[in-house]
């Protein structure tokens, strides 16, 4: 099971963090991702990190902005959100990958429930 908090509104280019608890028996392997869809869009991939190498892939529009980390002792996921802006605003989810990494939402077969973020112009 997958818990996402921490969303909330936010002005433009504040910062933001989110958080996803992780239940239920699971590997540490698996890759987990960060994943939003604003209204009327499909859901996006915003940024993932690798359960066999910890390595981190970001959509180009979040590059440099958004930063995933994951604490596999607390079986936390993060996502800090620095200098937001308002096209940042939808649904975020927290997802677990079928395998050790991804970056495409079918690689993902495991979803939260979503926390909303929306950005203030």
């Known amino acids: 099971q997958l818990v996402e908090s921490g969303g909330g509104l936010v002005r433009t280019g504040g910062s933001l963090s989110l958080s996803c608890s992780v239940s239920?028996?699971?590997?540490?392997?698996?890759?987990m991702g960060w994943f939003r869809q604003a209204p009327g869009k499909e859901r996006e991939f915003v940024a993932s990190i690798s359960g066999l190498t910890g390595r981190a892939d970001y959509a180009d529009s979040v590059k440099g902005r958004f930063t995933i980390s994951r604490d596999n002792a607390k079986s936390t996921l993060s996502l800090e959100m620095v200098s937001v802006k308002p096209e940042d605003t939808g649904m975020y989810y927290c997802?677990?990958?079928?395998?050790?990494?991804?970056?495409?939402?079918?690689?993902?077969?495991?979803w939260g429930q979503g926390t909303q973020v929306t950005v203030s112009s």
């Open positions: 239920g028996s699971t590997s540490d392997l698996y890759g």
């Open positions: 997802a677990r990958a079928q395998s050790y990494s991804g970056t495409d939402a079918g690689d993902f077969n495991n």
